[in-house]
């Protein structure tokens, strides 16, 4: 993000009630388009309690939201809305403010760091697998984060073939939280995934750099130089890598995998008994895992597209909408 636009919405922050949390994400983020100036900023804002943020928010900024919602129901009604239908983010879009555009997604931070430490909906999660620029982090959620980005890697290398490269590597991570979107059918670009790590490369390697590394120290990860490039990169593909790979994913995903394929209980160093889930062949873990994230990929992004349609209204509602379509059918054409 240039430095005129972070400061621009550390600006924009000051409009708000305070926030405990906030990063950028997005095309927003490094735009390299023509139309960077007309980009909608998108953010997330984590906060401690959000129906008193909202409360207070609704005070002073009662434009940023949905006409029936304020009128209706407030703060209250806006927090049911996101906790029960959607997956606890309320999006205020189209929010103008010094000549830009803004849309802030507001969550609780409990539920912020549940999802990015046990990928519960694996909705947020999959925002911050990405490159994202944190403006604001009054709880070192960027520190958490090394968790989910380290699960992101393992998950992308039980899906990945034995030799690959680092771009397909960042690829795989981006894609996992696009699995089983509805959207994807109809109103995303055909091309995001390639477009996001091909804008960002540079991005992903700042962001993985440490957890390549750890895999190489521990021999599941290789790098060959030789030939043309780029560097081709090699995995060991046995059961016992696959393993590996597998407990690095978040307990919750772990539990799942285990209801389908069976666990066992192990000892591990420190003497503590836990449950292992029983891998049969990397395929199968593989398969497995995929299965569960497209269905929870599925829910959310179901549950959140009818939470964000109510939260915006009708009109904003087509209009974000109408944009995203427009996006897709112009990648397909």
């Known amino acids: 993000m240039e430095n005129h636009s972070k400061t621009q919405l550390q600006s924009f922050l000051k409009h708000l009630p305070p926030v405990e949390f906030c990063c950028v994400y997005g095309s927003s983020l490094h735009p390299n388009r023509d139309n960077a100036k007309s980009t909608m900023v998108d953010c997330i804002l984590g906060v401690s309690d959000p129906l008193q943020w909202h409360s207070e928010n609704l005070k002073v900024n009662k434009d940023h939201y949905a006409s029936w919602m304020s009128l209706l129901g407030g703060a209250r009604l806006v927090t049911n809305v996101a906790d029960y239908i959607g997956v606890g983010v309320h ?44 403006i604001s982090d009054n709880l070192n959620v960027g520190n958490v984060n090394s968790v989910n ?69 521990n021999e599941l990860l290789r790098y060959s130089l030789s030939g043309n490039p780029p560097p081709v990169l090699s995995q060991d593909c046995d059961l016992s890598a696959a393993r590996s790979l597998v407990s690095s994913l978040p307990p919750l995903v772990r539990s799942q995998m285990g209801v389908k394929l069976g666990e066992k209980k192990r000892l591990c160093d420190s003497g503590r008994v836990i449950n292992e889930v029983v891998i049969g062949s990397r395929q199968e873990a593989a398969q497995c895992m995929q299965t569960i994230l497209k269905r929870k990929v599925m829910v959310s992004s179901a549950r959140q597209a009818v939470s964000g349609l109510l939260a915006v209204g009708g009109v904003n509602g087509m209009r974000y909408l109408g944009a995203k379509m427009r996006k897709a059918w112009n990648s397909w054409r």
């Not at 039980?158 to 960042?170: A, R």
């Not at 059918?185 to 091909?198: H, P, T």
Request: aromatic letters at 16%; proline letters at 4%; charged letters at 25%.
């Open 91 to 134: 999006f205020n879009p189209f929010v103008s403010w010094n000549d830009k555009m803004f849309k802030y997604g507001v969550v609780s931070m409990h539920d912020l760091v549940q999802d990015i430490s046990n990928w519960e909906r694996f909705y947020l999660s999959g925002r911050l697998q990405k490159p994202v620029q944190i």
């Open 149 to 217: 980005l380290r699960a992101a890697i393992a998950a992308a290398l039980l899906l990945l073939p034995s030799k690959f490269t680092e771009e397909d590597l960042y690829a795989k991570i981006c894609s996992l939280s696009y699995m089983g979107d509805l959207r994807m059918l109809f109103a995303e670009d055909r091309n995001k995934v390639k477009k996001i790590v091909q804008g960002q490369f540079e991005l992903f390697r700042s962001m993985y750099k440490p957890f390549i590394q750890e895999y190489e120290t």
